[in-house]
Nanobody, 127 residues
Framework: QVQLVESGGGLVQPGGSLRLSCAASGFTWDYFAIGWFRQAPGKEREAVSCISSSGASTYYVDSVKGRFTISRDNAKNTVHLQMNSLKLENTAVYYC????????????????????WGQGTQVTVSS
């Protein structure tokens, strides 16, 4: 069965770093783009970043550009989200999701295009 398992969340001080990982199984990895989304308490879920199946195309929400980096290890069916210079407002549950794509340079920030979702990992930025 399809599984997306997030890891790497935790408690970090403002300015610190975390590296989230999303390990996938149960589907043909090469045909799927991967996205990261987050949901803070009382807020709607929003897109953070995504990476195409080839790894050549990426997307970042403006608020994380220059601080977050998404990468893909196709040998291990894993996507990482390196988060640096974390801010209080980055506190949220972070989810990874997988989307079957029409071509290998496509990914999307629209959650409605994603087929599979992980359970999420909590990221708390606090002093």
């Amino acid at each position: 069965q399809v599984q997306l398992v997030e890891s790497g969340g935790g408690l970090v001080q403002p300015g610190g770093s975390l590296r989230l990982s999303c390990a996938a199984s149960g589907f043909t990895w090469d045909y799927f783009a991967i996205g990261w989304f987050r949901q803070a308490p009382g807020k709607e879920r929003e897109a953070v970043s995504c990476i195409s199946s080839s790894g050549a195309s990426t997307y970042y929400v403006d608020s994380v550009k220059g601080r977050f980096t998404i990468s893909r290890d196709n040998a291990k069916n894993t996507v990482h989200l390196q988060m640096n210079s974390l801010k209080l407002e980055n506190t949220a549950v972070y989810y990874c999701a997988a989307m079957k794509v029409p071509h290998n340079d496509y990914c999307s920030g629209s959650q409605y295009e994603y087929d599979y979702w992980g359970q999420g990992t909590q990221v708390t930025v606090s002093s």
